[in-house]
């Protein structure tokens, strides 16, 4: 496989990941490294081997054996960059979540359409061995029609100073949400509630309730005042059933052979039948998400397809996002996505 | 204390246990029990002595020995039963909950009012240990202000063919989040998600978002599709918070000294500290609810008091589910309760 | 089938049990209870409907119509009891343990041999749904030879005052661990330490290796002095091994398809690979073990085979205690069974 | 604080973090390394900035600047490498277990003592947090007299190949029960069983009792064969006993006011009450064990004491492990330790 050259904007929280995994991966090259704090910058340069480093944007993106940028930065400079970057020819992929508002993000994606260039959008819980154990297993049909997503996300802190707590936890949800589920299945309408219990100017709690049509429901708890960590989701099926547990150390995913019937030819009696079969661990994959995640960046782009977290995939958590603020200031009413 | 002539109306599911409850109480005898089916009713009175036995509400009502009478019918009867008790001169005790929509709960309340007459509703969960517990960390000021109360009741069925599956399980939860709350806390309106997701006519998933005024959110996910059986409520205060596992055989209550601080001289930067303590595992009182219960109606109507559970508890969780269900029909929006 | 008149002798503790499983099981009819207490005999005969009721044990063993005996009184009552019934030609059925010491159970084992009368021993744990499923994996081959048993059954209290912690405790380990294996498993040996902590004449504390031929090893930690409860039975086989937690509301056994391969041709490099692969967790029958129990009394009288938990079961339980108390008092020297 | 000048030998698995650990603490600088590997050696020493690297130990202890050593090397060098650097003079840290053999040990022990230098070893998981934990438990007299410590420490492998999993495993428990105690309480005896499962050589399930006067029991349970990973260990006092679970992410140790009272009076009947109190989830301190560790072994030679963690202490724990392989040999037989 061609190798890509990549340039690296942003040598700050985010970024040395990002790095080391190009540097890993066989099917990409750390061209560059951007930072305007170049000690920085370079020393990151140094341990991974990069053979350029440079504060001047202009510069990177001026550079033609640079091919693709990855923007690591503030989410307020997203959109600015990746903008500058498609414009200068590059692939793009940004950190979540893509953009500041829906708007901006609807641009990016169109522009890289325009440009016939990838626009990817890092969400890295998409990568990782449970979550694609689950993308499995509704792709596969193992657990039916999918009727259910609930996640629980809740800790104590941190608290930002600049979004609310879905803006903050949930992206990871929406955009794992959005992954299991097939390609055709699209939200269609936001209520959220929540509370800024220490008035701090942003919901600290919130309730996130997607809304599909009729047949599916998605739900996200986001909490920053939980004395306990618990990261449970559950994933329900006509078929088949999931608990994710990921503070769990060796048992993240279980399956279970569980599920009601509902036996339509005595409906007004509503005869429920229970199955109540046994359940499943699998073993999950353990390569490391981020190693994946640049590697399908590299091979979207060598096979000009679109990228499994796209552009567009990263808009729509945006913009679920940005119905769910609305909503929480209406009190919980439902905000329509279209 | 003097011994209150209790009759029982309902020898189906719970009533049994109410006779049970009622016979081993110090300060309460079961006069009578009544029932449709006499052989049944019959067969209780053999067991726990009850002196007499009919299937003719009018009958015991007209029997001055009774000085109160017990509800455990089928919902729908609640409120013309108690109505015609009150009316009788009786004191009510009503299974949860109290009845089919607030304004049936309303006239019960007022006419009891008007009557002086004692009306308690069987919110059996309020006396169990870790709720009184709960309840007395809020009261005694140990927690601080509360912040939050959330609560996840889900596991596989049981499907009711008549209501939703918040009218089943959340009345539990509702009334504990009264029961624990100091008095002048009160809640203003509610949202609710929810979906049929077996197309039976009712929701079998649901979401319900309690709002007071801006320091305190409620929320209840309640779910009859869910793998595995959660009962887990965390309430959140200023100072301490609570998890409450009730599936847990020895450990449901755990009171973590831990919390947030916002340092107010510098709300701009946003200056945060977490308080991480240790927690505490109390021993809870394992005296059965039921039995305490029936003990607090027999001392209210001594001491002419309002119980701990009352008419108007139960009437303020039957206008929430009301509301809920409200809210579900507009996908979330907000339902006043005034 | 046939109907079985069984006497139960003893209306204490598990007497009632018996009774009510008598009463239950389709191929049982109770046809007496006998007890000192006579009161407390006739109170059970009220409810389960028993025809006779007596103190004398004579009158019951002369009563032709009594085809079998079950016996659960005291332990040192076991061999006088179980004796005259056997020499007076009833079947018997002993309570844990058999008796008080290998030579009272050998000719209990002896005597119903000689009568072709059937003796068995209620060992109930033998007959609950986890149990009974991990018996099918062994005989099945599912989880290859067995290589080890461990078990662990701490709580506190309750401390008996005739028998220490072993004695109380580990007949249900042990018991279950001869019953898993194949029938031509006997261990040869026993090894066992242990500490009176309290002073009271009897260890709480102790710990008993079983030893077999090279191949495997059993061990059981009893202990009256733990804070908590914990019941965790580990099996390891050569193919799969098996965690059973008994303390688990909905999970009480997982199947792992764990294991180790040594390869042979590298052996002095010690090349071991490890086997990772996911867990099952089975759904378990949930009849009630003593129902099942009592039935196979009665089948194994009919068909005229040794039960499923014989007296020969019984007596390896009792001559394990006895060889682990001689090596207790020892410091944990080696005590061969033969 | 003077600053200690260590060397390290042995650059493989343990000694980076030995290297790591003596560069950050604020009292002990590295002033060399030491690998036959010398670029191991430098790849260290560039990583922590050590002035020197050598493959010499002849040359290391010939440098009159270097005052102490620390050995990270395979433990049959331990005793010829720490009794050369003893007689230079030097004092010495070993990594666990001290030696091969309980008379190369003591050897050691003795040459330090001759000497008056320092003779530490490395049981890192004494200066872990729960550990201390325990330690001031016991020692503050709140858990009272210790009545048992019990261990289990299982998962799948790793086999070693010139051990069994008693020298692997155990001697984390055993210095941590020896740390823990009062310094007055020591053991006198040991009896072990263990199985060579997979026809290694060498035991892969093994059972340890360290026997103590009669007051106290020690237990390890040590196995490469478990599907699952267990690190629980139980500590019974006569007024608190503590839990802990290694596997716990955030709640490792719990404290129960939990335990039993003989009546003495009536010790005929045995009267035995039971504490039932609640439980305490300490918050424990989180410093690096290793660092801890490191800086005991400055303090230690600064002050002219005994460390923590002394060459008796990894003498006692040899003195343990060798007695256990006789007691396996001869299938569970006392073999005293004096």
Same mark, same amino acid.
């Given at each position: 496989m061609q190798n890509l050259n990549v340039a690296v904007i942003g040598a700050g929280y985010w970024g040395p990941n990002l790095v080391r995994n190009f540097s890993a991966?066989?099917?990409?090259?750390?061209?560059a490294i951007c930072d305007l704090d170049l000690a920085k910058a370079q020393k990151l340069a140094d341990r991974f081997g990069s053979p350029k480093v440079t504060a001047d944007v202009q510069e990177l993106l001026a550079d033609s054996a640079i091919e693709a940028v990855a923007i690591a930065t503030p989410v307020h400079t997203h959109y600015p960059l990746a903008k500058r970057a498609l414009q200068a020819g590059k692939h793009v992929l940004v950190e979540k979540?893509?953009?500041? /508002?829906s708007q901006q993000g609807q641009e990016l994606v169109d522009l890289a359409a325009s440009k016939n260039l990838r626009l990817m959008c890092d969400h890295t819980f998409c990568y990782t061995g449970p979550v694609r154990k689950i993308r499995e297993l509704v792709h596969s049909g193992e657990l039916g029609e999918v009727l259910y997503f609930d996640s629980v996300r809740v800790n104590l802190g941190l608290f930002q100073s600049d979004v609310n707590v879905l803006w903050d936890l949930a992206p990871h949800d929406l955009s794992i949400l959005d992954f299991i589920l097939p390609d055709h299945i699209k939200p269609v309408a936001v209520s959220a509630t929540g509370l800024d219990a220490m008035n701090t100017g942003f919901e600290s709690i919130a309730y996130l309730t997607v809304h599909y049509d009729d047949s599916l429901i998605g739900h996200v708890h986001a909490n920053w005042l939980s004395p306990v960590k618990v990261r449970m989701t559950l994933v329900g099926g006509t078929q088949k059933m999931v608990v994710w547990?990921?503070?769990?150390? /060796?048992?993240r995913i279980k399956v279970y052979d569980k599920g009601v019937d509902v036996d339509e030819s005595k409906r007004e009696d509503l005869l429920v039948r229970y199955r109540h079969g046994g359940a499943h661990i699998p073993v999950l994959e353990n390569t490391e998400a981020l190693l994946l995640m640049v590697s399908e960046f590299a091979d979207a782009i060598a096979q000009g397809r679109k990228p499994l977290t796209s552009g567009e995939d990263g808009l729509l958590v945006v913009k679920i996002l940005e119905a769910a603020n609305k909503s929480i200031a209406q009190g919980g009413a439902k905000v329509d996505l279209a």
């Open positions: 991966c066989q099917s990409t090259s750390v061209a979540p893509l953009t500041m /508002s547990d990921d503070t769990s150390a /060796s048992e």
